[in-house]
C-alpha cells in the first residue's frame, strides 16, 4: 500500500496513544468510528464511539488515572500495518502501560486494530486488547498445562 496511508496510520496509533496519555477520552475516542468494537484484555466489550467514551473517562479519572501507554513506533516491535484494501487494514502492535514510568512487564499486551478509511480520516473501527503472557507466567497463574 502507499506509504502516505501506512504513515496515515501510524499517526492514528500516536493519536490515540497522545489522548490516551493525556486522560483525554473525548480525544481518545475520537480515533474510532461511530460504531466501532472495543474488546477490553479483561473481555468486555464496547459498542460505538460514545460508550468508549464514556467508559474512559471513568477510567481516566478513576483507576486508571496518571497510567501511561509504552511502546515502540519502530524496531522490532513496531506495529504491524497489513492492507486487505486501499480503505481497510488490519494493525498488531504491543506495548504496556505504566504508572510510575517503571516498566511492568505483567501489563504488556498485544492489540489488534482494524482501520478504516472514513471520508475526513483513518479511524479505528474494531480494538482487542490481549494481555502478553509467556507460556511460564500462564502455567504460574494455573492457566497452561
Given at each position: 500500500m502507499t506509504e502516505t496511508a501506512t504513515a496515515e496510520i501510524?499517526?492514528?496509533?500516536?493519536?490515540?496513544t497522545d489522548a490516551w496519555n493525556a486522560g483525554?477520552?473525548?480525544a481518545y475516542a475520537g480515533q474510532f468510528t461511530e460504531d466501532a468494537d472495543?474488546?477490553?484484555f479483561f473481555g468486555?466489550?464496547?459498542t460505538g464511539r460514545e460508550a468508549?467514551?464514556?467508559?474512559?473517562?471513568a477510567l481516566f479519572e478513576?483507576?486508571?488515572?496518571?497510567?501511561k501507554l509504552t511502546g515502540s513506533a519502530s524496531g522490532p516491535a513496531a506495529p504491524s500495518i497489513r492492507f486487505l484494501r486501499p480503505d481497510v487494514a488490519v494493525v498488531i502492535a504491543s506495548g504496556?502501560?505504566?504508572?510510575?514510568g517503571r516498566p511492568?512487564?505483567?501489563r504488556d499486551s498485544i492489540i489488534s486494530l482494524t482501520a478504516v478509511r472514513e471520508p475526513d480520516a483513518w479511524r479505528f473501527a474494531a480494538f482487542q486488547n490481549t494481555r502478553a503472557a509467556s507460556p511460564e507466567q500462564l502455567r504460574a497463574m494455573g492457566g497452561a498445562r
Open positions: 501510524h499517526d492514528l496509533l500516536r493519536r490515540m483525554d477520552a473525548r472495543y474488546i477490553t468486555m466489550r464496547m468508549i467514551e464514556q467508559s474512559h473517562r478513576g483507576p486508571l488515572k496518571g497510567v504496556g502501560s505504566t504508572l510510575d511492568a512487564p505483567e
